[in-house]
């Protein structure tokens, strides 16, 4: 079975584009819905650090593109955590890209995390790829849980 390079999920949320961008971009709000975003030098080329709980962390990340309102991505080793040969200063990085379009209902988000094919041993690319498939799904669960609350308010 031939492993799959990219995680792809799309998630249509019923609220302004604007109010999904600064979900995924602001750390106050993607710490509400995704994890403790410690760090975030917000402009290309700057570095992120995600920390959760009951993790060996900081995960690093380096931003990758930032179009307001549209799409923003990162590349991050998020991998490299559970595996003691690998350090997150040489390790491989898979490419996580956010895209936002408008819609009569909302806001259609489409995430897609790349790079899991060419994840050199001793990473388990199979590993990383169900492990971070599940998360970004329960994540973007969360997402839509918090804008639907942040709604109500």
Known sequence: MTLSDRIERTM???????RVWDAVT?????????GVVRDMDFR???????????????????IEVIE???RFAFRW????????????ATAPS?????TLE???EGTLLTLVESGFASLPQPVPAKEAYRD???GWQECLNGLHVYLQNQEVV
């Open 12 to 18: 249509l949320l019923p609220v302004p584009r604007e």
């Open 26 to 34: 602001k750390p106050e709000q993607l710490a509400r819905w995704f």
């Open 44 to 62: 290309v080329g700057g570095a992120i650090q995600f920390i959760w709980e009951n993790e060996p962390c900081p995960y690093p990340g380096v």
């Open 68 to 70: 307001p309102e549209q």
């Open 77 to 88: 080793p998020s991998y490299a955590v559970s595996h003691p040969r690998l350090t997150f």
């Open 94 to 98: 898979t490419l996580v890209e956010i």
């Open 102 to 104: 408008e819609r009569a």
């Open 132 to 134: 971070n498939s599940d």
